[in-house]
């Protein structure tokens, strides 16, 4: 007798094959979830250091190598991501051999570059930020002009956990800034500075043939541009609720999603306007496989795999802490013995990360009526943890 | 770039290394919950059609032969179980080599054992069943004096669902089944029959360092002493509920467990007496994923690794179907469509087990604040699903 790869183990048939582009914590908690529908799922990990080789079926492989996108499809009917770095037309390869990819490759186009989706939902009357694209050092003043004087920088692509993002504050450094990203080649806008913004996030679902539901709004904060806690249910009037209820499904419909779609907005002048969009699991809805009926993870799956979607009922308030390293020498697995015995509530998940400043290693969830305090309760465990007090 | 084995990606430290000695539904949920955790799983499991060969690290070999279990311990530093069908003496032996097994040979021993059972807990004023020993056909007729005309016949050990119990309707019957099996080698005894019986059961867990955590008692359902479904909480008086808490608790302390304990309790005249108990998760608070703070998987896991003990709060009440297989043909995976969509409040949990009649195949999960209506919604996705009507 010797022991066995999992991987290696044949898939039955009746089983959905779903593979997931990209090793993460997002690829790790659909992973997780999978084994509850018996759903297979085969992750396309980078190394056996990544976060979802926990999975039953593990690729090796560079998402952006068309032959490891290919060996991956050869065992699966849906392939869906773990993150937005794959590039669309390599996706798009693999529908022309006749898997399905959700996201579609049309839907993830525009939902990672954030001109493109300000364009798509305004011309559809869904309310979106102003943005104004700058080409060179002399169009900032343009800016100045019409969106005040104090204004975020941003990368239309690539931005995420607070990179692409600069705060100049003054016009002299937000010229240097545009000076530069122009002459690396990227596209860069302006926006207007909100200084302490209401920001919350919808999530959606929405299968393969159209039918949508919509979890609770919830607040979310950010650090430095990391998400480092969440608030569900967000404390709106039921007319915001309904109102950014609509919006969040109004832009699922726009960009024709199949799969989860989380929608940011931030508080402008009383209008909830959608800053941006992952069109995959994301961090504001980790709550829900604690709190509600279906987690964010299964009705993904659900969703790609054209089965009917689940409950997006909240089933108690939440607060949700992100984990976030501090001391690389901490480890969160050595702590779990002090950090559980102060909060007995707490849903602690671990990504099976090496510990590094200011990476994502966990999160914690706790159920209390009142979301604020939950928060609160989470954001303790998660600091005896060995996370960065935010 | 070859696909590589997950189970051969290695633990990284400070990770708690628990193995599992059996790979059916139970070790599977466990390496389930493990992930949230970061826990290293490792699960001996007989051949690759086993339900838990999902989990992170798989072993193949057969419960009882000594290589394989020392083969796992070789990379554990805990060894816990799926099933009791485990020699004590082997679990002894890995005990000698420095290896921690919880629950205790001592416990399991006792556990798995009806008379010695009932010996111990009547001797520490644990309300039992009156049980008397049949050592011949001759000692019915003694039986009957005791307890009146209708019996059940148990044989000591080796029953679970349905098997290992006789309901002979007259004296020569009741003789019959006796002389067979004393014949056998196997140790019988008689109860009263309890006719319509009101059947709870209450999880405990129990840690290292003795402290001990009671879910809410739920009530019971069984057809041919077969679990069909459970509903949480079970409708007690405050007296009741207190009384069924304080007996689980005693029973935990008196085998002294360390891990979960299920106490499986029968009403009798007015009194709930402690019909059987299993030092392992239970099919009577699976419910407990989806309605609990804390999963009776997860507080598994945090009791024989050492880790404080999750909190036991039920979130909302629930009720549970069991999916027993009836016609082989029809697979569970292959309704998922049908069944998901008469109940989007539905958790379903699926095993990965070939369909047979009778098979556990899965069990069904809704939450609702009224459990009898919960279980009801849980038993038509189930049957939607394939499962036999009971």
Known sequence: MTTLAASQIGTRPGTTRVGIVGGGQLAR?????????DMSVRVLCRDDSDSATIAHHVEFGEPDDPAALHRLADHCDVITLDHELVDTALLASLIERGVSVYPRPETLAVAIDKLALAKALREAGVPVPERIELNNKASVQDAVDILGPNLVLKTS??????????????????????????????????????????EIAVMVVRGRDGATEVYPP?????????????????????????AVERTARRTAEILDVVGVLAVEMIENDGVFTVSEVACRPHNSAH???????????????????????????????????????????????????????????????????????????GHVTVLDPDPAMARVRAAKVASALGGSEV
Chains 1, 2 share one sequence.
């Open 29 to 37: 908690m659909t992973a997780q979830a999978a084994v509850s529908l």
């Open 157 to 198: 692509r690539g931005g995420y956990d607070g990179r692409g993002v600069w705060f100049p504050d003054n016009l002299g450094k937000a010229e240097a800034i545009v000076e530069e990203l122009v002459g690396q080649g990227s596209i860069v806008f302006a926006e207007a500075l909100i200084p302490e913004p209401f």
């Open 218 to 242: 919830v607040r979310t904060f950010q650090a430095d541009g990391i998400c480092v806690g969440v608030e569900a249910p967000a404390s709106l009037s039921d007319e915001q609720t309904h």
């Open 287 to 361: 709550h829900t496989i604690d709190s509600s009926v279906t987690s964010q993870f299964e009705n993904h799956l659900r969703a790609v795999a054209g089965l009917p979607l689940g409950s997006t009922r909240l089933v108690s308030g939440a607060g949700m802490a992100n984990l976030l390293g501090a001391d690389p020498a901490i480890d969160p697995r050595e702590r779990l013995d002090q950090a559980l015995a102060i909060e007995p509530e707490a849903n602690v998940h671990l990504y099976m990360k090496e510990p590094r400043a200011g990476r994502k290693l």
